[in-house]
């Protein structure tokens, strides 16, 4: 697809340029030039007892640490970083089955 760029003006420019006006208007009429106002807000929210729960229930836990050995994460962060931290494959193995058994009861 290829377009001939020709120099020439579109109408509106030549409008702008013959009036000396930056206010174009849209075809109603209006003028597009001048800044749009804000309208008041239509929409409203209420929420529900249990969001409102939901919502007091997240609050808790932001503020509150989540019981989280701080110590132990250090350690394992520690290890990770050496290399010295070894994962037991029979122990992952064995609690995914136990999970597995207790999802399929």
Known sequence: MTHKIDGAMSPALRQIEATGSTSVQSR???DRGQPVGATAAADQMRLTGDAT???ALERELGAAPAGIDVAKVNAIRTSLADGSYKVD??????????????LSK
Request: charge should be negative; proline fraction near 5%.
């Open 53 to 55: 729960n939901l919502q």
């Open 28 to 30: 109603s009429g209006a």
């Open 89 to 102: 494959p029979q122990a992952i193995a064995d609690r995914m089955l136990s999970l597995e058994n207790a």
